[in-house]
């Protein structure tokens, strides 16, 4: 099987890849994905970044190597713009507010909680499973991977949020299986932080909603509010030069994770009214993923990953009628095969019956034991 783009490891080279937009390709160690994509947008003032990678001193190192090649330096970011709260796209951002006094741009729903900090893989299952059968190493990135390998120094205390992340770990999903949480090893490193009072997690000094805009590279870009892989995500989009940078959003060849943890009422439904406000969009004519390369038809991709979840549900409603009432945990071990049983296959499947139950097609109800079963039509 071939290697996905997103799979890719990060290249070292910088391309302009739109008018006053760089590409900067950063290593990541996490399931499924190779590299994130760190895009700067250049100006008369310096430049500001889209997406800086994972908070630690290998991606620092990485970042301050990028901007060398173009000519920058790390006080020449005067803006962080962060699409979502996944540490890839956040990690380096309260460094740079820390050393250049960078103003952090995010949505105003930005926060990184439980699901986030649960660390659910950010491609699907399918795309993870994919990727494990291409590079069986990516089986061992899931502890390897931390929210940091640095979690000191470069932010305000947030021991709060480390705690209520922790707490929320040893509760029960929705559905009544064990909570996603990540390795061992990244759970010592951020009780470290928590005692050290010291955070990776940036403090956002300017939240958008959508609508709104912002000057970068010397232009005006739009703010598209793009729920669904999570409830902060944004996309911004240049319609004089027809460029979208489109974060996690729509990639090119995998699908991101949707989880069923999120606190919203139904986060796939969600995805997909994003999906279609981002299809109908005029003057798109290059779409800057965070993972994978640059691609052209926003619209047709967009639709393309709208129609893989339609048949997953209706997939999942063909499940239903062979087991009748059953758990989360059942759908979803005659959803995917054996080596992707677990939380994050539970998370996946868990959104898909509520966004039919939601629909009027499944049916649930808890049993003795306080399980979620469904029941579809």
């Given amino acids: 099987m071939a290697r996905r783009q997103e799979q890719e490891p990060a290249q070292e080279e910088v391309s302009e890849v739109a008018p006053g937009v760089l590409r900067m390709q950063l290593p990541i160690r996490m399931p499924g994905l190779g590299h994130v994509n760190m895009y700067a947008l250049l100006d008369d003032r310096g430049a500001a970044v889209v997406d800086p990678g994972l908070p630690g001193a290998s991606t620092w190192r990485a970042i301050q190597s990028r901007l060398k ?32 006094g960078s103003e952090v741009v995010a949505h105003r729903a930005f926060r990184f909680g439980p699901a986030q900090a649960a660390q659910e893989p950010e491609v699907s299952v399918d795309d993870l499973a994919a990727a494990q059968a291409t590079d069986p190493r990516s089986r061992d990135l899931a502890e390897e991977e931390s929210g940091g390998e640095e979690l000191s120094g470069h932010a305000h205390s947030h021991g709060h949020s480390h705690r209520h992340v922790e707490q929320a770990w040893n509760r029960t999903t929705p559905w009544g299986g064990e909570h996603p949480k990540p390795g061992f090893r990244t759970r010592m490193k951020w009780r470290v932080a928590r005692l050290l009072g010291n955070s990776f997690i940036p403090t956002v000094t300017h939240r958008v909603e959508r609508g709104d805009r ?164």
């Avoid at 339609?310 to 054996?338: N, Y």
Wanted: aromatic letters at 6%; charged letters at 20%; glycine letters at 8%.
């Fill in 69 to 100: 090649q173009a000519d920058l330096r790390v006080r020449d970011v005067h803006t962080v713009v962060v699409t979502h709260s996944h540490p890839d796209h956040f990690g380096g951002a309260a460094r740079f507010a820390k050393e250049a």
């Fill in 214 to 377: 912002l000057t970068l590279a010397g232009r005006e870009w739009q703010i598209t509010h793009t729920p669904g892989h999570t409830e902060d995500h944004i996309c911004l989009h240049d319609p004089e030069e027809g460029v979208f940078l489109a974060g996690d959003h729509v990639l090119p060849t995998i699908t991101p994770h949707i989880s069923g943890l999120a606190s919203a009422k139904d986060p796939l439904d969600a995805f997909f009214d994003s999906l279609d406000l981002v299809a109908a969009l005029p003057n798109v004519s290059c779409c800057l993923p965070a993972h994978g390369h640059p691609f052209d038809d926003l619209a047709g991709r967009a639709q393309a990953i709208k129609a893989h979840h339609d048949d997953r549900l209706l997939r999942v409603r063909e499940i239903g009628r062979e087991l009748g009432g059953a758990t989360v945990a059942a759908f979803s071990q005659k959803l995917f095969k054996p080596r992707s049983w677990g939380g994050m296959a539970e998370s996946e499947t868990y959104a898909h019956l509520e966004h039919l139950r939601l629909a009027g097609l499944a049916e649930s109800h808890r049993d003795p034991s306080g399980l979620l079963v469904y029941e579809t039509g």
